[in-house]
């Protein structure tokens, strides 16, 4: 089955104690992208990658870190978490950027205290 | 369950009737458009696309309809069953970026 993997699904942790999220996809996709949801602003793009070693920052990359060693994983790494960075996260992969469909992962509900 | 827009405009329809959702995208040059539909507590599902050489898609119970002029796009959803109760929102792209742009979405509540 073609599908996102996002790990974990929830957490809760506290500020300063470096965490990461991990992402996986199953369909070869070249494109792949982490994006942060909150209340009344909707998906927001923290960084991209659009293939091996090439990544680059989104709209709202402060904060956060990528590495993109392997097609399929594309981990998203807090290295200091603050409070503003509690939102539900989500990956997502794409063949390439408007070649189809976006897929998406499940999300992942980060809480910072 | 997630509140994934708390401020979302919302659409409420009765069930079996049709439903229209609409969505202003920012750039004409935006060449390919998504409809996605969102659960609580679920990650965005597709539910249709279309290019921007196309003015009309159609999939099962749902119509996609493209208006370059006005850079307006809307989603159609026939005879709207319960389970049609989400949040639904728009995605663009452009030649030559590497982002989808996405709408901040509209709420559908399906009334029995």
């Known amino acids: 089955e073609a599908q996102v993997t996002q790990n974990p699904r929830y957490l809760i942790t506290v500020t300063g104690k470096k965490l990461t999220v991990t992402c996986s996809q199953n369909?070869?996709?070249?494109?792949m992208s982490w994006y942060r949801q909150d209340p009344g602003l909707g998906l927001r793009q923290i960084y991209y990658?659009?293939?091996?070693?090439?990544?680059d920052k989104g709209d709202v990359p402060e904060g956060y870190k990528v590495s993109r060693k392997e097609k399929r994983n594309f981990p998203l790494i807090l290295e200091s978490p603050s409070p503003n960075q509690t939102s539900l996260y989500f990956c997502?992969?794409?063949?390439?950027?408007?070649?189809?469909?976006?897929?998406f992962g499940e999300g992942s509900r980060l809480t910072v205290l | 369950g997630e509140s994934v827009g708390l401020h979302l405009p919302t659409l409420s329809v009765q069930e079996g009737d049709n439903s229209i959702i609409n969505c202003a995208y920012s750039?004409?040059?935006?060449?390919?458009f998504i409809w996605y539909k969102q659960e609580s507590g679920k990650g965005p599902q597709f539910i249709i696309d279309i290019r921007s050489n196309m003015d009309k898609r159609q999939g099962q119970r749902v119509t996609v309809l493209l208006n370059k002029t006005v850079k307006h796009l809307s989603l159609q959803i026939a005879a709207t069953q319960p389970g049609d109760s989400a949040v639904y929102f728009c995605a663009e792209t452009r030649p030559g970026t590497y982002k989808y742009i996405f709408g901040t979405g509209t709420r559908l509540k399906v009334l029995a």
């Open positions: 369909m070869n996709h070249e494109y």
């Open positions: 750039n004409s040059a935006s060449d390919y």
């Open positions: 997502a992969s794409s063949l390439m950027v408007g070649s189809g469909e976006l897929f």
């Open positions: 990658s659009m293939n091996v070693e090439v990544t």
